[in-house]
């Protein structure tokens, strides 16, 4: 018989099939599905409801409060505490409650409700981070340059609001949580240095939702295919917004243009400025080159198809499950040299860094490997070892059920 173990989803991965963050989470249920457990994951949404999916159980809670996102985490956070408290009453012997960010404000607040009515389920809370807020924000507002008044008044209202509330919830998070699970050193420092929680820091691999969804359909070797003839396609995939550089990205476009490179290029993901970074497109007269077609459930068939793959970041804090996906498919793959990312790939070995925000860099490394094929291969199957080596499902899983075994949690 398995054991529960709660995930603190915040937002309903059913509605967010193609967002970083709830893919964060069901990568998360995967691991621990394979490990034995029977995955909880409590969220908010559209009524309340309990369905059974291929990587765990999802109890919604319902929520007048709309959007549900982790800016507005504080008020969803005593509906799913509440939710958590009622899941484990009657319970005996300790029960994993596992947040991700900000939703780790629920965990600790249902952990502390729980021993607050003397229950006799230990409910331990553990939250895992890939940056702190606050970082976040301030690296949008450092990218806005070029962005019209707008845009620029959203992001500091946003700041603003992040610093008054949503700090408060991400320290309660952090303090009160038994560890705080992080993937990079980059953000070890962040959180440390905001909220000074060094010991509970534990440093563990990760994975993408498809190492899990198409490990048996996969080998290294279907890489050694001769590449299909015809213009080569760059890829990329994230959110619109400032930091993550699509402007940067289309003005190196542009520069390849002029020089007359062939290519074609996919900018797959939603956001906020994607509206804005099709009007540049077309400023720039890319319009025929390339494609900006919004969010997609399932940025994989995509990877799959690109020649090129490229993360045009000007921050991450952390790193990009988008990379992790692109290592997998066995892209080559063009990256900013910034936060986490060093720590994910090797220059010239599994990929080529560029400086952040320097659209000449990006696309003189774009036409480097546009124009060499043998590169292009050498650092497809150099991704592809890297994502073997730490970010393989089994990898993952093994990782996390250490850290859930540490704490006196097994299936």
Same mark, same amino acid.
């Given at each position: 018989?398995?054991?529960?173990?709660? /995930?603190?989803?915040?937002? +309903?991965? #059913?509605?967010?099939?193609?967002?970083?963050?709830?893919?964060?989470? @069901? !990568?998360?249920?995967?691991?621990?599905?394979?490990?034995?457990?029977?995955?909880?994951?409590?969220?908010?949404?559209?009524?309340?409801?309990?369905?059974?999916?291929?990587?765990?159980?999802?109890?919604?809670?319902?929520?007048?409060?709309r959007p549900v996102r982790q800016l507005l985490a504080g008020f969803h956070a005593p509906r799913l505490a509440a939710a958590i408290e009622r899941f484990a009453t009657g319970r005996r012997g300790p029960l994993l409650v596992h947040g991700f960010g900000v939703w780790g404000y629920a965990g600790v607040l249902a952990c502390a409700q729980l021993r607050a009515s003397g229950s006799e389920c230990e409910a331990i809370p553990?939250?895992?981070?890939?940056?702190?807020?606050?970082?976040?924000?301030?690296?949008?507002?450092?990218?806005?340059?070029?962005?019209?008044?707008?845009?620029? /008044?959203?992001?500091?209202? +946003?700041? #603003?609001?992040?610093?008054?509330?949503?700090?408060?919830?991400?320290? @309660? !998070?952090?303090?009160?949580?038994?560890?705080v699970l992080i993937n990079y050193e980059s953000v070890r420092r962040l959180i440390v240095a905001r909220y000074g929680v060094a010991a509970s820091c534990v440093k563990l691999t990760y994975a993408a939702e498809p190492a899990f969804l198409r490990e048996s359909r996969e080998s290294p070797e279907a890489l050694e295919q001769p590449e299909v003839a015809g213009v080569p396609l760059i890829v990329a995939v994230s959110?619109?917004?400032?930091?993550?550089?699509?402007?940067?990205?289309?003005?190196?476009?542009?520069?390849?243009?002029?020089?007359?490179?062939?290519?074609?290029?996919?900018?797959?993901?939603?956001?906020?400025?994607?509206?804005?970074?099709?009007?540049?497109?077309?400023?720039?007269?890319?319009?025929?080159?390339?494609?900006?077609?919004?969010?997609?459930?399932?940025?994989?068939?995509?990877?799959?198809?690109?020649?090129?793959?490229?993360l045009p970041s000007r921050a991450e804090q952390s790193g990009s499950l988008a990379l992790l996906e692109a290592l997998q498919a066995g892209c080559a793959v063009v990256a900013s040299r910034v936060d986490g990312i060093p720590e994910d790939v090797a220059d010239g070995a599994s990929a080529l860094l560029v400086e952040p925000g320097d659209p000449a860099a990006l696309a003189s490394a774009l036409a480097r490997l546009l124009g060499d094929p043998g590169l292009r291969r050498r650092l497809a199957a150099g991704a592809r070892r890297r994502f073997e080596e730490r970010f393989s499902a089994s990898a993952f899983a093994a990782a996390l059920g250490k850290v859930y075994a540490d704490l006196g949690i097994e299936p």
């Amino acid at each position: 018989m398995s054991r529960d173990v709660v /995930l603190v989803a915040g937002r +309903d991965p #059913l509605d967010e099939l193609g967002g970083g963050h709830s893919s964060y989470v @069901r !990568a998360h249920a995967r691991a621990a599905l394979r490990l034995g457990f029977t995955p909880r994951l409590f969220c908010a949404g559209r009524g309340r409801a309990t369905v059974e999916t291929d990587y765990g159980v999802i109890h919604r809670s319902s929520t007048p409060l709309r959007p549900v996102r982790q800016l507005l985490a504080g008020f969803h956070a005593p509906r799913l505490a509440a939710a958590i408290e009622r899941f484990a009453t009657g319970r005996r012997g300790p029960l994993l409650v596992h947040g991700f960010g900000v939703w780790g404000y629920a965990g600790v607040l249902a952990c502390a409700q729980l021993r607050a009515s003397g229950s006799e389920c230990e409910a331990i809370p553990i939250v895992s981070s890939y940056t702190t807020y606050a970082a976040e924000s301030r690296a949008i507002l450092r990218s806005l340059a070029g962005y019209g008044w707008r845009t620029r /008044l959203r992001y500091q209202a +946003d700041y #603003l609001w992040i610093r008054l509330a949503v700090e408060r919830w991400e320290r @309660r !998070a952090y303090c009160e949580a038994r560890r705080v699970l992080i993937n990079y050193e980059s953000v070890r420092r962040l959180i440390v240095a905001r909220y000074g929680v060094a010991a509970s820091c534990v440093k563990l691999t990760y994975a993408a939702e498809p190492a899990f969804l198409r490990e048996s359909r996969e080998s290294p070797e279907a890489l050694e295919q001769p590449e299909v003839a015809g213009v080569p396609l760059i890829v990329a995939v994230s959110r619109h917004e400032p930091r993550k550089g699509g402007d940067v990205l289309l003005a190196a476009l542009a520069r390849l243009r002029q020089a007359g490179v062939p290519f074609r290029a996919c900018l797959a993901g939603g956001g906020r400025q994607l509206a804005e970074e099709r009007a540049l497109a077309r400023r720039l007269g890319l319009g025929g080159q390339v494609e900006l077609p919004g969010e997609v459930a399932d940025p994989y068939p995509y990877l799959e198809r690109a020649d090129v793959f490229v993360l045009p970041s000007r921050a991450e804090q952390s790193g990009s499950l988008a990379l992790l996906e692109a290592l997998q498919a066995g892209c080559a793959v063009v990256a900013s040299r910034v936060d986490g990312i060093p720590e994910d790939v090797a220059d010239g070995a599994s990929a080529l860094l560029v400086e952040p925000g320097d659209p000449a860099a990006l696309a003189s490394a774009l036409a480097r490997l546009l124009g060499d094929p043998g590169l292009r291969r050498r650092l497809a199957a150099g991704a592809r070892r890297r994502f073997e080596e730490r970010f393989s499902a089994s990898a993952f899983a093994a990782a996390l059920g250490k850290v859930y075994a540490d704490l006196g949690i097994e299936p």
